[in-house]
């Protein structure tokens, strides 16, 4: 028994320990994350029958997505939002990190929290919230009608309000990306920079942007993902008629029970998110973003 | 030069402008829950009357009593999960140099990257076609705790990036055994990560809702009682008012009480910058 | 009869494709001050860690006070040691840091305190017990570390680069100190540097290294005054090389260095023509006015103006700008002469004063 450690560590080098640490956890995500895609990949090609899978191998699912108009609708519909939201959120969020990451001295850490904070909260408890300030009865279309003044149209149960409905559970991602990435940015490369007679846009084009590209592709497809598979929010700010993606793909684990179309369904979104992912992983050249591999 | 300066100036006014309006976006609809749960009138209290009628309908509800243990041991049990794995996984890929650091890396991120929706359904048909598990507390745990895990393993990896690993090693040369050495060295050290590891992936499992739901069978948590009366309208349910203020309540607490730890803990290992 | 306390046995570590510690052996006695000194990347700080256990070598045993520790992981080997960056628990205080080894082994409390008075008492830290490291000063810090290192009197003591992170005031306080820890404590110190200074002034031996071999292992004076190889040579001292084809002439061996045939003492087994380096220490080099009389041993003098002067306190550099097109530094002292620059000056020195060897293959 005195022995066992020692016997172990000859055996052990700093490799075999790295993977004695990593590899449980690894290892159980690979089976609770990877498990289910591939069970779902696997079950799009079943059939549904009251609420049971049968293995009854077939694409009718497939032909069913890309054929009835509806269901490429759909896709359409949650892919152009995502897309909108995400670029919205990044053009609002690189002033607001970059202000917080440089001239927010002693109290970064507090005004970056407390952007990430509400986040936690819960999507449930988040649309409820901003479903009474600015739903169809929400508090700024009831203030304007009491002053007697017309109601914000285009927040009343439209694609905009879901639109601002999903900027609003997810911006806390964008702001949060981008500052981790300013925060190990060294800013004195831009005093190199102007020293050498660049302007500040050009110091920015030419620094700033590029070197902080990683964080910002972290913070398009950490918004774009849960954008894309949204569900709830169209329902609450979309109104009864502004179905997304996501929620006729959860309709088919609900009410209707066809689990097969519903795999599909996924496997499609699934498909989507990392053709996304990919293609943002492309744009990121690792020599020239000043990633040194070392985990900073 | 004076142009650049009013430039610059300008661009910080503009830059903090926006800051404000963020703020206002994301804690608007926070403060007027909060407004609203002590107000009699729902729809519109102007001018206010105050009333804790919400929070005593809250309190007296056995269903959000329920609901509220089972959110508290789902939130539990994950956080549990996921402060092991994320502690091992970020301590084995700061400590080691193995090549096989980058695949290990990507793995425990990977979940950022899908969709809780996709991660819901797609383990509910998993646990329940391949693995033969039944709709319960457990899969539930097990189904958020591999998105908490993620979450868990990004903030220890940045507040472990700066912990020296040798002292390990003195602990070792010195005597200590490798479980006093993180007992005595390690732990005292990364405890403030772990605890925000924690904090945050309870937070994020008691208040998941697209995960949860599908893998709770019919056990209800706060977010999925919360979404069966949000669907009958908000002004039907004054205790989800009163529900909402007192979790983005306790939220903001936790994240109070993170900041402080975090300012401590630049205190008190001031030296090493 | 000196007990020996240390013994490696043909050692080796892999690193990879990379041999860091090659078939390494050594035996330290005590009472005996070892320095390791090699430059970075030559193996010596993983000798180190092997001695610790840090490391497990691959091949090779380590024994200490006779007993084989090799497959022992270091907490049950009983060594002290300080670390670069010295390494004290953040969050401990001065006196937790100290008497950790001692808790580690389950020292008695009473035992603990009259341990930790002696130890805080060694290396003055008297009253400092409660501080917490990041309160202290880099010198001592560096004594807290020492203190840890020394408390439950090791068996032999780690040293690796103990002061390398101090200013050059403290650096050479302490080396004196060090030194006298050492002496009072009776227990081997092993230190890994590559600061040859430190090497010389404290250690009794040196083993110099290089490419996880010892190029040579030698009282400290043998290593300065003898280099056993052409590394060495380079390496410990400062010294002009000078370089070219070995030639015979009168039955004296002569390197014909940019044309200028310089006498040397032919190093073993190799035959004329072959490329030798020829190493002269600057201080074993001497300037005499052109047409004045040198030393008696001047074997060889070479002609040259005298560039620069860089005053060194009681020593100084001179820089010889030679007619061959080469230059020489030589190191006299400061009075020696009232030298100009751009005045013509020969360099002589005796053979003995150099030490030749076949040039590395190209």
Not at chain 3, 321 to 332: F, K, Q, R, T, W
């Amino acid at each position: 028994m005195a022995y066992g450690p020692s016997t172990l560590r000859r055996r052990l080098g700093p490799e075999g320990r790295f993977l004695l640490m990593a590899v449980p956890g690894a290892l159980f995500i690979v089976v609770f994350l990877l498990g289910p895609i591939v069970s779902i990949i696997v079950f799009s090609f079943w059939r549904t029958e009251v609420f049971n899978l049968i293995p009854d191998w077939n694409i009718d699912n497939y032909v069913i997505l890309f054929t009835e108009s509806t269901y490429i609708e759909f896709l359409k519909r949650s892919f152009v939002t995502a897309v909108l939201v995400s670029l919205a959120c990044l053009i609002y969020s690189w002033p607001v990190a970059y202000f917080i990451a440089k001239h927010g001295d002693r109290y970064r850490l507090l005004l970056v929290l407390a952007l990430a904070a509400p986040f936690f909260t819960g999507i449930i408890l988040r649309i409820a919230g901003i479903q009474g300030v600015m739903g169809p009865v929400g508090i700024v279309n009831l203030a304007l009608m009491n002053f007697g003044m017309q109601p914000i149209e285009f927040i009343m149960y439209t694609q905009t309000a879901t639109g601002i409905g999903i900027a609003y559970l997810f911006v806390p991602f964008m702001v949060t990306a981008i500052y981790l990435s300013l925060l190990n940015f060294d800013f004195e490369l831009l005093e190199v920079a102007k020293i050498n007679g660049a302007r500040p846009w050009r110091a920015f084009i030419e620094i700033t942007w590029p070197l902080n590209w990683i964080g910002t592709v972290i913070g398009l497809v950490l918004v774009f993902v849960p954008s894309m598979a949204e569900s709830i929010t169209p329902r609450f700010l979309g109104g009864p008629n502004a179905a997304s993606f996501g929620s006729v793909l959860s309709l088919q684990f609900g009410e209707t029970g066809t689990w097969a179309l519903g795999s599909a369904m996924g496997v499609v979104l699934f498909a989507v998110s990392s053709i996304v992912i990919f293609a943002m992983w492309r744009t990121v050249n690792l020599q020239r973003s000043g990633f040194t591999g070392k985990g900073s | 030069m004076a142009a650049a300066g009013a430039g610059h100036v300008a661009t910080k006014g503009v830059a903090s402008l926006l800051l404000g309006g963020l703020y206002l976006f994301l804690y608007a609809p926070i403060a007027y829950v909060i407004y609203i749960s002590v107000n009699k009138d729902l729809i519109w209290p102007f001018p206010p009357q105050f009333t804790l009628e919400a929070y005593e309908l809250l309190a007296n509800s056995s269903t959000y009593k329920d609901a509220l243990w089972n959110s508290v041991l789902l939130g539990l049990g994950s956080a549990i999960i996921c402060t092991f794995f994320a502690t091992m996984g970020s301590i084995s890929i700061l400590k080691y140099r193995s090549r096989w650091r980058g695949l290990i890396a990507i793995v425990y991120l990977a979940p950022l990257f899908i969709a809780d929706l996709l991660v819901g359904i797609s383990s509910l048909l998993f646990n329940r076609q391949v693995l033969d598990l039944p709709g319960n507390m457990g899969s539930a745990m097990i189904a958020n705790a591999v998105h908490g895990t993620s979450f868990a393993f990004l903030i220890m990896l940045a507040q472990l990036a700066r912990y020296d690993w040798r002292l390990d090693d003195a602990a070792m040369v010195f005597g200590a055994r490798p479980l006093r050495c993180f007992w005595e060295v390690t732990l005292p050290i990364i405890w403030p990560a772990m605890l925000g590891a924690f904090i945050i992936s309870f937070i994020l499992a008691f208040n998941n809702l697209e995960i949860s739901f599908y893998n709770l069978g019919a056990i209800p948590t706060l977010p999925t009682i919360a979404w069966g009366s949000l669907r009958f309208g908000l002004s039907q349910s004054p205790e989800l008012f009163a529900l909402a203020a007192l979790v983005n309540g306790a939220v903001l607490l936790a994240f109070t009480v993170m900041y402080l730890l975090m300012r401590y803990r630049i205190v008190s290992f001031g030296h090493r910058d | 009869m000196s007990e020996l306390v240390l013994e490696l046995q043909n050692v080796t570590k892999r690193f990879g494709t990379v041999t860091a510690v090659d078939r390494i052996s050594l035996a330290v006695t005590r009472r005996e001050f070892f320095a390791l000194l090699g430059p970075s990347g030559s193996g010596k700080t993983t000798m180190l860690r092997i001695i610790a256990g840090l490391e497990v070598p691959d091949e090779g045993k380590v024994l200490i006070n006779g007993r084989d520790v090799t497959a022992l992981p270091p907490y049950a080997r009983g060594v002290g040691m300080v670390f670069q960056n010295f390494l004290l628990f953040p969050h401990k205080t001065v006196a937790e840091n100290v008497i950790f080894p001692l808790r580690m082994q389950g020292a008695s409390k009473a035992d603990q305190a009259e341990r930790l008075k002696w130890a805080l008492e060694l290396l003055r830290l008297d009253g400092l017990g409660d501080r917490y490291p990041h309160q202290l000063s880099g010198g001592q810090q560096q004594r807290v570390a020492l203190a840890r290192g020394l408390i439950s009197r090791p068996a032999l003591l780690l040293l690796d680069e103990p002061l390398a992170n101090l200013d050059r005031e403290l650096r050479k306080e302490m080396e004196v100190e060090v030194r006298r820890y050492q002496v009072e404590l009776g227990i081997p110190f092993i230190y890994v540097t590559h600061n040859q200074e430190e090497a010389l002034t404290m250690s009794d031996r040196i083993a110099v290294m290089n490419h996880g071999r010892f190029e040579q292992v030698a009282p400290k004076l043998e290593v300065y005054t003898h280099p056993e190889t052409r590394f060495v040579a380079g390496f410990v001292g400062h010294s002009n090389r000078m370089s070219g084809p070995l030639v015979s002439a009168g039955g004296n061996a002569h390197v014909s260095w940019n044309g200028t045939p310089i006498q040397v003492r032919r190093p073993d087994g190799v035959a004329d023509g072959a490329e030798v380096d020829c190493f002269v220490k600057c201080e074993k080099m001497h300037l005499a006015r052109p047409g004045e009389a040198g030393p008696a041993e001047a074997h060889n003098r070479i002609a040259g103006i005298l560039r620069d002067i860089i005053f060194k306190g009681s020593t100084a550099d001179y820089l010889i700008a030679l007619d061959n097109g080469a230059e020489l530094m030589v190191s006299e002292t400061s009075e020696i002469m009232s030298l100009e620059r751009g005045q013509r000056v020969d360099v002589v020195w005796p053979v003995s004063g150099s030490a030749s060897f076949a040039a590395k293959k190209a």
